[in-house]
């Protein structure tokens, strides 16, 4: 059904049905999409089998938490799982890193290599909210008219709110309609702005700026036999 809004109506005077059909959805879209990034991202460092081995045991552990949470929502099991997530992305970060200095030939690869630790970088900024609103419920207000302030996140629904908060906090948009309340996670959305801004002007663009000179770089010239 179609659901009209008077001219009067108040802002946060939202059908629950409404609510409850963009939260499934929201869930529905949410979690492939993590599990997707989770298994690109473990592809992605497979280079040596030590390396292999401990993202695909971090990567099992965390998908099975996040299956068992989602079945059986309790605020421990959501914080291992939490926890255990930021454990993997900083790991996949890590490799990403080493791998990005290791070359000192920049490549069309390498500048993908850097964008992917930034959409990462979201990711785990999310996973670090969503653990500061379970030990502190009501750290992150939303205050539109789908998701209203008295509205409390839940187990399913929480993973996709703080990830769409964090990326409006990394790429500095800011449109307002999630506001961080307690003084952790003001300081956080503080941290996580300043090293989304750093990072493209520092690390993505001199990586871009050195691909450029590597490619319009005079070639040697090899010595007559």
Not at 35 to 52: D, E, L, N, Y
Not at 124 to 129: E, P
Not at 178 to 187: G, K, N, S
Request: aromatic share 10%; glycine share 4%; with cysteine.
């Amino acid at each position: 059904s179609v659901y009209a809004r008077s001219p009067n109506a108040e802002v946060g005077d939202v059908p629950a049905q409404v609510l409850a059909t963009n939260d499934t959805l929201s869930t529905l879209w949410a979690s492939p999409t993590g599990a997707m990034w989770v298994a690109s991202a473990t592809f992605a460092v497979s280079g040596t089998r030590k390396t292999t081995i401990i993202a695909v045991v971090l990567m099992a552990l965390s998908l099975l938490l996040e299956v068992f949470n989602k079945l059986l929502p309790s605020d421990q099991s959501e914080i291992v799982f939490h926890l255990l997530r930021i454990v993997f992305l900083c790991f996949i970060i890590h490799v990403l890193f080493k791998e990005i200095f290791r070359h000192s030939i920049i490549t069309f690869n390498t500048i993908c290599a850097s964008i992917c630790i930034y959409l990462l970088m979201g990711s785990l900024w999310g996973n670090i909210f969503s653990l500061l609103d379970v030990i502190h419920p009501g750290s992150i207000v939303f205050n539109t008219p789908l998701h209203p302030s008295a509205q409390p996140q839940t187990a399913l629904t929480r993973p996709f709110h703080m990830l769409y908060f964090s990326f409006v906090t990394l790429s500095t948009v800011g449109y307002g309609d999630a506001v961080p309340v307690t003084t952790a996670a003001r300081m956080f959305a503080a941290t996580e702005a300043l090293i989304g801004q750093i990072y493209l002007l520092v690390m993505v663009s001199r990586l871009v700026g050195m691909q450029i000179s590597q490619a319009y770089a005079p070639s040697e010239v090899k010595p007559a036999k």
